[in-house]
């Protein structure tokens, strides 16, 4: 991160740190860390909107690069790594650049599965069960 190279012990005191982190669990989530019914449903249409596609699951994400359509012409970089999921709810802007600001207008316009992955558009049920469940991680 502008510094010098990290040294391959540095590296490896790092990866171990970082393995004794747990992630706090979701406060959308039920005392005993299941989902409501609404997130369950949710969990239904992220699957069938091909969500996980780029984001996969466990941690909501993967290492490709996809072009989504919310470029610029003026971009240095064509696509996005997918960001994790992981978290989601605590976010107070959405996407790269801050465009959405909430879960429910995010799956409504610029990041619709519809427009990302050309699935079906999704029924307003839909999108608050999927924004549910996008709560729950």
């Known amino acids: 991160m502008l510094g010098p190279e990290p040294s391959e012990e540095d590296v490896a005191a790092l990866t171990v740190f970082l393995d004794t ?3 706090p669990p979701s406060p959308q ?3 005993d860390g299941d ?3 609404a997130a369950r449903r949710g969990r239904s249409v992220f699957d069938r909107a091909g969500c996980g596609d780029c984001h996969e699951p466990p941690l909501y994400t993967s290492d490709r690069v996809v072009d989504v ?3 610029s012409p003026g971009d240095r970089y064509r696509g996005f790594n997918p960001p994790s999921l992981l978290g989601v709810s605590q976010r107070v802007l959405l996407l790269h650049d801050g465009r959405e600001s ?3 207008d995010l799956l409504r316009g610029s990041h619709s599965p519809s427009r990302v992955n050309g699935s079906a558009e999704l029924a307003e049920e839909e999108i608050r069960d999927l924004a549910a ?3 729950s991680l």
């Open 69 to 71: 359509g919310l470029g």
């Open 21 to 23: 982190l747990s992630r």
């Open 29 to 31: 989530r039920g005392a």
């Open 35 to 37: 989902l409501d019914e």
């Open 102 to 104: 909430s879960l429910e």
């Open 133 to 135: 469940f996008l709560r």
